[in-house]
């Protein structure tokens, strides 16, 4: 299961929105016979790969056991079903680390796998499984995608001089590790503050990156510049969320190629809720947000972050904006409660990621 686990990690950066898995196949005798994991969504799953890979090395697939990171699935969506593939294949047993929480699955892969006698053993590898799979889980089990906030910061919790100056806080090697973060993303978020003060691209420049996450901007008032550098990405979908009516302002946006979506809540400001309720309907696993301090504590006020990915440089910057506008609170119980998951030196810096108490 572990071979099957790195596997479904090779698969996180080209399959989203489907879920990574890996599959290994192990014949009759105990040697590993064929391997695969989920292609790029309209393709082959883990499981049929795995079932190809034997074919192909021209091995038989009668009385193997098949170990996959995530339940088989019965239905037919862009893809056939691969419980059938692994029937009609004469697989023995089926080793599975959990059950798919997507409702057209849900446990009904395992069951037509059992009602044509495969033997099937579920729960080996299912903490590590369900982590690689974060966003999908969200969204399937809470119908929204799960929001990472990144944040590169000083070691007093500074994010820029108050003059607005933020670039090179953090090492390379930092912004090079947000890299990768960014890339497994359906989506990135940002604010139309830091679309103006720092015209970034907010793309992911990995050459490994087969997909570019869409780029969403909450921008209420829709002032998004026509010339900005964000629009120089070839092929990346644009969306700019705003929530007042300027019928001419929205079509510009739209003609330079943004989906522009309304999303109105009390006094001129973006339901930030239902944004993220909209991005699930449109298949965002996780929300990677890269914004400033305003942005930032309107998701936090709203409860909707559910992890902090914090780079923090060996310097102090005294005064300038914090990682997000909060407070001032007069209790300590007001403010969000995390939970270290990890802490890790990345060049100078240091990476550290926790996560909302409960989530
Ligand atoms: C598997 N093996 O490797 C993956 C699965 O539209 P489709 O046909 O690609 O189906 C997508 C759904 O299949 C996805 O939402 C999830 O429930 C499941 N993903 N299932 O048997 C795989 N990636
Ligand atoms: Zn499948």
Not at 178 to 191: D, E, M, P, S, Y
Not at 307 to 328: D, F, I, S, T, V
Request: aromatic share 4%; net charge neutral.
């Amino acid at each position: 299961m572990s071979q099957a686990l790195a596997l479904a990690e090779q698969a996180r950066l080209i399959c989203p929105p489907n879920p990574a898995v890996g599959c290994v196949l192990v014949g009759a005798d105990g040697q590993v016979i064929g391997q695969g994991h989920t292609q790029p969504t309209g393709q082959a799953h883990a499981e049929v790969m795995a079932l190809r890979d034997a074919q192909a090395r021209g091995h038989a697939t009668a009385g193997a056991t098949a170990y996959v990171t995530l339940e088989p699935c019965a239905h037919q969506g862009r893809t056939g079903p691969c419980a059938d593939a692994l029937i009609e294949a004469g697989v023995r047993k089926v080793v599975a680390s959990l059950q798919d929480p997507n409702p057209r699955v849900a446990g009904q892969g395992l069951a037509r796998l059992q009602a044509a006698g495969v033997e099937v053993e579920v729960g080996p590898g299912a903490e590590v499984a369900r982590e690689l799979n974060i966003g999908f889980f969200s969204r399937m089990t809470r119908g929204r995608p799960w929001v990472r906030m990144k944040v590169a910061a000083s070691l007093d919790g500074r994010t820029a001089l108050p003059n607005g100056a933020s670039q090179w806080i953090t090492s390379d090697a930092a912004r090079a590790d947000g890299h990768a973060w960014r890339a497994r993303a359906c989506a990135v978020l940002t604010g139309i503050g830091t679309v103006l003060r720092d015209d970034p691209r907010l793309d992911v420049r990995l050459p490994s990156a087969t997909r570019q996450p869409m780029l969403v901007i909450a921008d209420s008032q829709w002032r998004t510049p026509l010339a900005a550098r964000l629009w120089q990405v070839p092929g990346r979908r644009v969306c700019i969320v705003g929530a007042s009516a300027d019928a001419g302002r929205e079509q510009a946006l739209r003609e330079r190629g943004a989906d522009v979506l309304q999303q109105p809540a009390a006094e001129g400001r973006i339901d930030l809720s239902a944004l993220l309720v909209e991005l699930a309907r449109r298949e965002v696993n996780e929300v990677h947000v890269e914004a400033g301090a305003q942005l930032n504590a309107a998701l936090w006020r709203a409860g909707l972050v559910d992890e902090l990915l914090l780079y923090q440089a060996p310097r102090l910057l005294g005064e300038g904006a914090p990682l997000a506008a909060l407070g001032p609170f007069a209790e300590l119980a007001q403010g969000p409660q995390l939970e270290y998951i990890g802490v890790d030196r990345i060049g100078p810096d240091l990476r550290i990621r926790a996560r909302v108490t409960g989530r």
